[in-house]
Each structure stands twice: as structure tokens, then as C-alpha cells.
Nanobody, 125 residues
Framework: QLQVVDSGGGLVQPGGSLRLSCAAS????????IGWFRQAPGKEREGVSC???????YYADSVKGRFTISRDNAKNTVYLQMNSLKPEDTAVYYC???????????????????WGQGTQVTVSS
């Protein structure tokens, strides 16, 4: 079964940085769109960012200018660099993958079939 593994979460102070990773071992991510989603306690899951196979990206307004998504096809990994973290960024972050030939990545969670297990990000002093 195809699996993606997300990692890199942790505890960081406000203003700090973390880099999340989304990797696949059984298939190549070259032809997949990758999305990052997050869910805070008591809140609905929300889209954070996504990247298409050709590198076209999307960011939610709440993270624009602070987060950067990128892909390293040689390492079969997609990264989410998170800078200037705020307490409201605290959530479980999930990466998701979907075969996608379109130029723009899908933003809706329902468009993705393959999900990581989630990695906790806590921003607190």
C-alpha cells in the first residue's frame, strides 16, 4: 500500500522555525501533487499549502510569507519550511499525496487519497 510519511514537528518558541518533511518509500512523488494540512484541537482541518509536480504552489493567507513549500525529487521528499511561527500555528500537520498531472495543485483535502500519520507542531513560550 502506498504510504507517505510526514515528520519534523516539535516544540518551538514563537518566532522560531521548523521544517516538515513528507517522504515516500514505495513510489516516486514526481507525478504527485503534495498538500499540507493542519488540524488544531477543536477546529476543522484546514489547508496550509500545496505544490504541483511542476512546482506551482499555493499558500493559505494565514501562512503566506512565512511558510515555503518545496520539492526535492532526487530525495523523493517535499518540505514545508515554517518561519516566524506563531502560537496559532499549533496543530497536527499532515501531508497528503495524489497523482496529479495538472499544473495547479488541488487545495481540497478530499482530492488526496494518500495521507501521512501527522506530526505535532507546538508553538509556545
Amino acid at each position: 500500500q502506498l504510504q507517505v510519511v510526514d515528520s519534523g514537528g516539535g516544540l518551538v518558541q514563537p518566532g522560531g522555525s521548523l521544517r516538515l518533511s513528507c517522504a515516500a518509500s514505495e513510489f516516486t512523488l514526481d507525478y504527485y501533487a503534495i498538500g499540507w494540512f493542519r488540524q488544531a484541537p477543536g477546529k476543522e482541518r484546514e489547508g496550509v499549502s500545496c505544490i504541483s509536480r511542476i512546482g506551482s504552489s499555493y499558500y493559505a493567507d494565514s501562512v503566506k510569507g512565512r511558510f515555503t513549500i518545496s520539492r526535492d525529487n532526487a530525495k523523493n521528499t517535499v518540505y514545508l519550511q515554517m518561519n516566524s511561527l506563531k502560537p496559532e500555528d499549533t496543530a497536527v500537520y499532515y501531508c497528503a499525496a495524489q497523482p496529479w498531472l495538472g499544473g495547479n495543485c488541488p487545495r481540497a483535502a478530499r482530492s488526496y487519497d494518500y495521507w501521512g500519520q501527522g506530526t505535532q507542531v507546538t508553538v509556545s513560550s
